[in-house]
Structures are given as C-alpha cells and as structure tokens.
C-alpha cells in the first residue's frame, strides 16, 4: 500500500491527487522570498512582543522548545501535501503555541477545536483524538491545509506564490471564500493579521529547519 493509498483511508478518501502546483521545494522558495508584515497591533499586544516580522519571529522562537522534536512528525504529514514543513509548525504556533493553550485533553477554543493544528469539530471530522499531535491529526490538517492553498491557487492564479501562501493560511483559519484581495487579505481573521503573521513565524521555522540540515 503506497503512502498516499494508506493517507487516504485513514482521512476517508478526502486526499486531493491533483497534481500540485507547486513541489514543495518551489514553496519553500516563495516562502524565504516572502515580505510578510507580520504581527499586528492587537496580536503583538497580548504576546507581549513589537508588531510585525519582529514579532512574529519572537513568537515562533518562544514556541519552538515545544516543537523542534516533532519536526519529523509534522515532516510526515507535509511531504504527501507538497508542503513546506515550516507552514505546518507555523500554524501550530499560531492555533496552540505548539499545544501550550490546548486543554489536558488537546481541546481548545471552548471545546469545539482539537489538537496543535486546531481542527475545528463544527467543520470537519476529528481524527487521531488520542493525542493532540498524532499524526492522523498532523495529516489531517496538512490536509485542510493543502486543500485551502489549492482553493487559492484555483481561485487567484495570478497572485505571486508567496501571497497565495499567505491567501491559504487566510482559508485555514476564516475560508477561502474570506480571500478575495491583496490589499484585504488578513481582513477578517483573527485579529486581522493571521496570514501575515503566520507567514512570517514561517519564515522562522524553515530557517531553523534549513540550519539543522545543514549542521
């Protein structure tokens, strides 16, 4: 049974066989080459950190102690999407910072959201709810994940890559019919900065990523 075969079937078939628009390594470049603005005012001001990238880099070094030994974890739910590992371990920063806001049973925003990836009971079927990082979780919102960024792709293919990230972490956290404009991408999310931010914590962990490979 290939990877993908067995990803389906513990998903319930729900795994995208499009061809990808982009491998992996293509995002990770949009990604590096990305300007993100980084975390706004209201988000800078309950962490405690300066708004924008300086910021958001604060923040994803506060939560990487809880996630640099799950690295090969989230690699095992990226790779079969095409996704840049750090976009996964971003999203995790941002939903649960790395599971420190989860509940002692991995639930968070009042019950109705599970796991370090925050998938939300209301709009999709939970799965590997042993755990809050099991990697039925882990695939299961790289799945959300990928299937957001596909969304955007579809819906603005003239958008630069590195804003159709950005537009995809938008979807992940308010839908994809939420993206509809450059100008008013974070309009909407959460403290109307949760693409740019997301983004930029990103930005952080595929740094620490690219320097563990290279050690």
């Known amino acids: 049974m290939s990877l993908i075969t067995a990803i389906r079937r513990l998903l319930g078939g729900k795994v995208s066989s499009a061809v990808p628009y982009r491998v992996a390594n293509n ?17 800078a001001w309950a962490e405690r ?8 880099f604060n923040i994803a070094l506060r939560d990487w102690p809880r996630l640099q030994d799950l ?33 002692a049973n991995g639930w ?14 209301r709009s999709h079927r939970i799965a590997g709810a042993a755990s809050p990082t099991s990697d039925a979780h882990l695939l299961l919102g790289a799945g959300i994940l990928r299937e957001a960024l596909d969304d955007v ?5 003239d ?14 956290n308010s839908g ?23 983004l930029a ?8 990523i690219t320097a563990r490979e290279s050690a």
């Open 159 to 172: 958008w630069p890559p590195e804003y159709q990230l950005e537009g995809a972490l938008v979807a992940y």
């Open 201 to 208: 914590r990103a930005q952080w962990y595929q740094a620490r």
């Open 108 to 121: 968070g925003d009042g019950g109705h959201a599970f796991g370090i990836l925050q998938v939300d009971r």
């Open 27 to 43: 995002w990770i470049a949009a990604l590096e080459g990305a300007s993100p603005a980084g975390c706004g005012p209201e988000t």
């Open 71 to 103: 690295v090969p974890a989230f690699e095992r739910a990226a790779v079969p999407y095409g996704l840049p590992t750090s976009l996964l371990l971003a999203v995790a920063s941002r939903e649960s910072h790395a599971g420190a806001a989860l509940d």
């Open 49 to 56: 950190v300066p708004a924008g990238r300086a910021g958001s």
């Open 176 to 198: 994809a019919n939420n993206v509809q404009t450059l100008a008013g991408l974070n309009h909407g999310t959460t403290h109307n900065d949760y693409g740019a931010d997301t």
């Open 153 to 157: 792709c579809k819906d603005h293919p």
